[in-house]
Structures are given as C-alpha cells and as structure tokens.
C-alpha cells in the first residue's frame, strides 16, 4: 500500500512541476506498473530513453544503438581501462613498412552461427564496412585487404596512420558477417533473441571465447520519458534505466523514490545538450543570424533552471582533449541583426528534458520580440526532421565517446551538423594528425579544427553532461558488462 501511495504522490507532484507542455501520464494505470511479478534471477531488464533504431553497426549513427555492440559483437582491438588500446579478436600483429598492418586472428573465435572466425571472415567484415558503412570516409586511407592464410591478413594503407589500430576498435569496424537472409551475426557474448517494435531481446552466448555471461537473458525496451522510467524502476519491472541526469537522480534520492546507496554508473558517453540551427524558411541560413540567436539565449541561466550544473565553456566536451583555442565566451556580444521573420518554431524530441530546455529557450527568446511555437515529434519523426535539417531551432542531444577521438569529429560535420564540405575541408589538419606521434601535438591539432567548426556557429552548446544509469541490487549481483 506505500508503494501505491508513493506513486500518486509521485505522479501528482510531477504533473504539477512539469506543466501541460509535457507528456502526460494519463494512461500510466498503477496496473501497468505492477511490481508483483514472477522474478527471473537470470533476466536483466534495461530501459533507455531512446529505442535501438539499427542493430547493423556499419549503419549505426546514435548512441542509443551504440550501446548494444559490446554484447552482441567484438572488435579488433578494445580500449582498457586507462585508455590503452589492447587486442581482442587479435592474437599478435605488426606493422610492416609503416603503413602495412599484419594481423593474426585468435583460433577460438565463433561467430553467433557456430562457424568459426577466420582471416577471410575478417576481411569480408572490413570490407562490407569500406563500401557501405555511413562512415566509411574516416577509413578512406585504407589501400586494400588481403589474406595471407586461414589466421592471417594484411591492411595497406595509403599512408602512415599513428590513429589507425585504435580506429580499429570504432563501433562501426565490429567484425560481422550477414547469413543469407541478410541478418546480421557476431561474435558477442550475447547473440539476438528476438526483435519487437519496442524491444530488443538478447541470448546468451554459450560460444563466447572469453567467460561465458552470467546473465542468460536482457532484454533492451525504451521510454522517452524520465518519470516514466523511474516508475519502472521503481515499482521493479525494470532492473537498469539510463540517460539520467544527475539533477533528477538526486531529486528522486530526496523525494526517497531512489535509495541513497544506490548503484550509479557513467557511461563513457558525454552528451551535449545543444541549440541546432535547421535550414527550414532559410532564417539561420547565415552566420550572423546564428550569432544573433546565440547573443540572446542565456545558457547560464538555462544550464541551471534544468539541468543544475555549469553550462558548456568548450564547444567540445573539455574531457576529449585539452581546449584552447576552441574555448567558447559564455555570453557573446548581441549583435544588431534584423530578422525579417521573428516566428520562430522549435523542433524537439518528445521527451521531458528537451521540453525543460525548449521552453527556457522559448522565454528568453520571446522577451526579445520573437513568437516561438514548440512541436514535439516522437523519435521516427524527429530523428528525419534532424537528418533533413528540416525545422528552424531544435534542441538537439550530440553525443560524444571519450574512446574515439576521429570519429568525433567525422560524426558531428557529416551527421550532427551535416556539413560535408566543412569536413572536406578539414581533412589537411586530420592527415597532420594522424602523422603525429604525440598525443599533446594531436590535441593541438583536434583543437584547431574543433575552433575552425565553431567559428561557422553550426549550434550553440549550451552543457556538456554525462548521463548516467543506475541498477539495482540484482543488475549489480550479475554486472552488466558486455564483452571486456
């Protein structure tokens, strides 16, 4: 009966903090969120904010589908612990005039089907990734592949590469193979069980050349509202929820919907919570116009109101490298830009934060004449509006990996911003880059480029956070990895 009182509590309080403007929980039944159910001790439930749209790595282009490689499939190479780049399917390699990588695949190696790894499925893998991969252009150095026996092959690249090995252990070069109904199998510790529109289940692998999971069973849901997934959590019908800021998880350890002690773990991914400008109505179409905008909004002010930390002083996160040059002025001057058109319409996703953040933007860019609209879109929709950079304003989410230094940068121009002659023309300073041999002079050179993409104002970072997930004691009895 507490438990059931909590919730109204809970639910009534929400309603009143968040306003109309949010999702509503009008069909959240108490009967929905039953946590009176049979438990499964060898079960892990995982519930994001963001459903996995690919399960394909060489097409993946969100976090929220990123996340799943380390269970279902392997790398090359891993980054360890320390950052340290380390071999995973590779039992030895070498590098022959600078710029001819021999490899050596390990012996024990089974794809999700029984059939055994070797140096050709190696090759075919990299290969598919070279012709079709969305982000084939950071691998554009590579020459050619061949095998030189059943354990062995060779990658030649055009030139000398000091990035290319750690390249290697990029979500996008997971080994894989399609069957021939084109389904997509690995290597991983888990293999896919089933896939449903809101779910995604999967199956232990009894075949894993390293140890075997404890788990036998995860299953992968989404929902985009925060509240939504601390009632799951709450009332046990999920074991792990994630991209939680740290803000919420405190407030929901004062209001004791959370337990003091409870288990909180950080991804490796940093999220910037950014302004994007769109090409709809051509408003933003010119740099001064985006200078304009980012004279007016008061990230200060907003990094606090929603989020309770310090808004963005890089305009990358500062955690990736050492920023100088590409550091940003938290209030710019305004400048006296006239805009013809002073309707403005901001796109969001249809979540709880981005509607926070959309309506402080709103505020402040009414009280400087303009009549803004809000227009939620739920994720399929949305997610076409931001590749077709069909809307205006947008609160947007770019996600960063600490781990993958020239993906970063190819991922914001080609995909976040969609500018590829800004990332053609970068390309002289990222060759330079991968000549150099110390990392202080690679960092000097990252922020070079990061500063040359800035000075365009493709958007306007307002805060560099890390999400968080936390589990209960069942997730954290069992771990949660997936491959080491």
């Given at each position: 009966m507490?438990?059931?009182?909590?919730?109204?509590?809970?639910?009534?309080?929400?309603?009143?903090?968040?306003?109309?403007?949010?999702?509503?929980?009008?069909?959240?039944?108490l009967d929905e969120y039953n946590y009176l159910k049979e438990e499964k001790n060898n079960e892990i439930n995982m519930l994001q904010a963001v459903k996995v749209s690919t399960i394909d790595p060489i097409f993946m282009k969100d976090q929220y589908s990123i996340r799943i490689v380390k269970y279902l499939y392997d790398t090359l190479f891993i980054t360890g612990e320390n950052g340290e780049i380390k071999p995973n399917l590779v039992e030895e390699f070498s590098w022959k005039e600078d710029r001819i990588l021999v490899l050596k695949i390990k012996d024990n190696?089974?794809?999700?089907?029984?059939?055994?790894?070797?140096?050709?499925?190696?090759?075919?893998?990299?290969?598919?990734?070279?012709?079709?991969?969305?982000?084939?252009?950071?691998?554009?150095?590579?020459?050619?592949?061949?095998?030189?026996?059943?354990?062995?092959?060779?990658?030649?690249?055009?030139?000398?590469?000091?990035?290319?090995?750690?390249?290697?252990?990029?979500?996008m070069c997971s080994i894989t193979k399609e069957d021939e109904n084109g389904k997509i199998i690995g290597t991983g510790p888990y293999k896919i069980g089933e896939i449903k529109n809101k779910q995604?289940?999967?199956?232990?692998?009894?075949?894993?050349?390293?140890?075997?999971?404890?788990?036998?069973?995860?299953?992968?849901?989404?929902?985009?509202?925060?509240?939504?997934?601390?009632?799951?959590?709450?009332?046990?019908?999920?074991?792990?929820i994630s991209d939680i800021t740290l803000k919420s998880l405190e407030k929901w350890k004062k209001d004791e919907l959370v337990s003091?002690?409870?288990?909180v773990i950080e991804r490796d991914e940093i999220d910037t919570t950014s302004v994007m400008f769109g090409k709809k109505?051509?408003?933003?179409?010119?740099?001064?116009?985006?200078?304009?905008?980012?004279?007016?909004?008061?990230?200060?002010?907003?990094?606090?109101?929603?989020?309770?930390?310090?808004?963005?002083?890089?305009?990358?996160?500062k955690q990736l490298f050492k920023a100088k040059l590409s550091k940003i002025n938290s209030k710019p001057?305004?400048?006296?830009?006239?805009?013809?058109n002073k309707k403005i319409e901001i796109t969001i996703l249809n979540d709880d934060t981005s509607m926070q953040v959309a309506e402080e933007v709103k505020v402040q860019l009414e009280l400087n004449g303009f009549e803004v609209s809000i227009v939620p879109y739920q994720q399929e929709?949305?997610?076409?509006?931001?590749?077709?950079?069909?809307?205006?304003?947008?609160?947007?989410?770019?996600?960063?990996?600490e781990n993958y230094l020239i993906y970063n940068l190819g991922k914001v121009m080609l995909f976040d911003i969609g500018n590829k002659e800004m990332y053609n023309a970068t390309q002289p300073f990222l060759e330079i880059m991968r000549d150099e041999d110390k990392k202080g002079n690679r960092d000097k050179i990252y922020d070079k480029v990061v500063s040359l993409i800035a000075k365009d104002v493709p958007y306007i970072p307002l805060?560099?956070?890390?999400?968080?997930?936390?589990?209960?004691?069942?997730?954290?009895?069992f771990g949660i990895e997936g491959r080491d």
């Amino acid at each position: 009966m507490k438990k059931y009182i909590s919730i109204f509590l809970f639910i009534i309080i929400t309603t009143l903090s968040f306003g109309s403007a949010t999702i509503q929980l009008d069909d959240l039944s108490l009967d929905e969120y039953n946590y009176l159910k049979e438990e499964k001790n060898n079960e892990i439930n995982m519930l994001q904010a963001v459903k996995v749209s690919t399960i394909d790595p060489i097409f993946m282009k969100d976090q929220y589908s990123i996340r799943i490689v380390k269970y279902l499939y392997d790398t090359l190479f891993i980054t360890g612990e320390n950052g340290e780049i380390k071999p995973n399917l590779v039992e030895e390699f070498s590098w022959k005039e600078d710029r001819i990588l021999v490899l050596k695949i390990k012996d024990n190696i089974y794809f999700h089907d029984g059939k055994k790894l070797d140096s050709t499925g190696v090759k075919n893998s990299l290969e598919r990734m070279l012709e079709n991969g969305v982000f084939k252009s950071l691998f554009n150095d590579v020459e050619n592949i061949k095998t030189i026996d059943k354990d062995t092959l060779e990658i030649k690249l055009k030139g000398k590469n000091n990035l290319f090995i750690p390249m290697l252990s990029y979500y996008m070069c997971s080994i894989t193979k399609e069957d021939e109904n084109g389904k997509i199998i690995g290597t991983g510790p888990y293999k896919i069980g089933e896939i449903k529109n809101k779910q995604l289940v999967l199956l232990k692998n009894d075949q894993y050349f390293k140890s075997v999971p404890k788990v036998d069973k995860i299953t992968i849901s989404y929902e985009v509202s925060d509240r939504g997934r601390m009632i799951s959590y709450y009332n046990e019908k999920t074991d792990i929820i994630s991209d939680i800021t740290l803000k919420s998880l405190e407030k929901w350890k004062k209001d004791e919907l959370v337990s003091s002690d409870v288990e909180v773990i950080e991804r490796d991914e940093i999220d910037t919570t950014s302004v994007m400008f769109g090409k709809k109505n051509g408003i933003f179409t010119s740099r001064e116009s985006r200078e304009a905008i980012r004279g007016i909004i008061d990230k200060e002010k907003i990094s606090e109101n929603v989020f309770g930390e310090k808004p963005a002083e890089t305009f990358f996160p500062k955690q990736l490298f050492k920023a100088k040059l590409s550091k940003i002025n938290s209030k710019p001057q305004q400048l006296d830009y006239v805009f013809k058109n002073k309707k403005i319409e901001i796109t969001i996703l249809n979540d709880d934060t981005s509607m926070q953040v959309a309506e402080e933007v709103k505020v402040q860019l009414e009280l400087n004449g303009f009549e803004v609209s809000i227009v939620p879109y739920q994720q399929e929709a949305y997610l076409m509006k931001m590749e077709n950079k069909d809307y205006e304003l947008a609160i947007y989410n770019i996600l960063f990996d600490e781990n993958y230094l020239i993906y970063n940068l190819g991922k914001v121009m080609l995909f976040d911003i969609g500018n590829k002659e800004m990332y053609n023309a970068t390309q002289p300073f990222l060759e330079i880059m991968r000549d150099e041999d110390k990392k202080g002079n690679r960092d000097k050179i990252y922020d070079k480029v990061v500063s040359l993409i800035a000075k365009d104002v493709p958007y306007i970072p307002l805060i560099h956070s890390k999400k968080v997930m936390i589990g209960n004691i069942k997730a954290k009895n069992f771990g949660i990895e997936g491959r080491d």
